[in-house]
C-alpha cells in the first residue's frame, strides 16, 4: 500500500443546514478580511499607512466586496466558465458553487484602490503600495483553502511528500495508475472527502484507492509558501528596512517577484487541457512573464522619482512598520 497520505478533508467548514454552508474559500475570504481591517485599523490608530482610522471599516468593506468577491468571481467567469457564462450571466450569482480567480480578486482590489485615492484626491501609489504588502496573506489563505478543497492540480511524482486525491477519480479524463477492479464510474459523483471517508471504513476501496490513485505534487502547497510566505518576508522586510524607497517601487517589486515565483511552481502543475485557453493562458509561463514586465516597466517609471519625495510625506511616516 502506498506511503502517501490520502486527501479527505471535507471542503465545507461549517454546515448551518443543506443549503447553507461555509466552504474553505469563504473561510479564507472573512479571516483575510479580518486580518487587513485589524492590520489597517492599527497603522491608522497610530498616524501611519495611507488611511484615516475612520476610513478603514469603509475601505476594507467595499475593497472585499467590489475587489475581491466580484473582481474574483468575475475574473473566475472570464476565464474559467466564459463559454456556459457567455449564455446565462446568472451564473456570476451563483456563489454557493465556488470558484474565484485569485489574479481577478487582486486587480479587483488594486482598481478599487486607485479608485479610492483618486476619490479622496490623493497618491494612488501610497494606496497601492500599502495594498500589495496584503496580498501574499490572500494568496497564502487562497491557496490553502483549495488545497484544503482537495485540487488534484500537481504532476504526479514518487516525493514523499506527495498526495493522492480521490476527487480525482469523478473528473473527466481520469487515468488510473492500473486497470480498477471495479467500475469506477459509480465514485463520479460522490465528494472526493466522501470517497476518502469511506475508504477508511472499507479495507478493499481503500486498497483499491491506493492502487488506482496517482500521487501528486501538493502544487497549491508549494504556491502558498511561494506567493504567501516568501513574497509577504520579502515585500515586508523591503518596507521595514529601505525607508528612502521612492512611491510605487513596492507595487513594482510585488509583480516582479510574483511572476518570478509563479514560473518556480510552474514545472509542478499538471496540464489542464478541459480549460478555457483564457484560463490556460493565467496559468501559463507567458502570463507570469508578462507579470514581471509589468513589474519592470512599474519600477523603471517610478525609479526617477526618488527627487519628487520631498514634497510629498515619506514612505516610512506613511507605511510605518507592517503588521505588529
Known sequence: MSAHPLHDVSPVVVRFSETLFLRWTGAAYLAGFLLVFVALWRQ???????????????????????????????????????????????????????????????????????????????????????????????????HAALFA?????????????????????GMPGFHPVAAPAFDIATLASVPG????????????????????????????????????????GILLAVRRWWRTRPEGMLSGLFFVLLGGLRLISLPF?????NLSFAAQFEQSALASVLLMALGAAFLLSVSGSRGREGARPSAA??????VE
Open 44 to 142: 491608522a490608530a497610530r498616524g501611519q499607512g495611507p488611511f484615516e482610522k475612520r476610513e478603514v471599516p469603509e475601505f476594507v468593506l467595499y475593497a472585499g466586496l467590489f475587489g475581491v468577491m466580484l473582481g474574483g468571481r468575475l475574473g473566475y467567469m472570464l476565464l474559467h466558465q466564459w463559454e456556459d457564462f457567455s449564455q446565462d450571466l446568472s451564473l456570476f450569482f451563483q456563489f454557493r458553487q465556488g470558484g474565484a480567480s485569485m489574479l481577478g480578486a487582486l486587480l479587483g482590489v488594486l482598481v478599487f484602490g486607485v479608485y479610492f485615492a483618486r476619490k479622496r484626491q490623493r497618491s494612488w501609489l501610497q494606496v497601492t503600495d500599502a495594498l500589495v504588502v496584503f496580498a501574499p496573506l490572500g494568496f497564502f489563505l487562497g
Open 149 to 169: 478543497e482537495g485540487a488534484p492540480l500537481g504532476e504526479v511524482t514518487s516525493v514523499p511528500w506527495a498526495w493522492m486525491f480521490p476527487s480525482e477519480v
Open 193 to 232: 472527502h466522501e470517497v476518502a471517508l469511506l475508504a477508511r471504513s472499507n479495507e478493499a476501496l481503500l486498497a483499491e484507492l491506493y492502487r488506482i490513485l496517482p500521487a501528486r505534487h501538493p502544487v497549491l502547497l508549494y504556491q502558498a509558501a511561494l506567493e504567501g510566505v516568501v513574497l509577504g
Open 269 to 273: 502543475q499538471a496540464p489542464q487541457p
Open 317 to 322: 511616516k506613511l507605511e510605518g512598520h507592517a
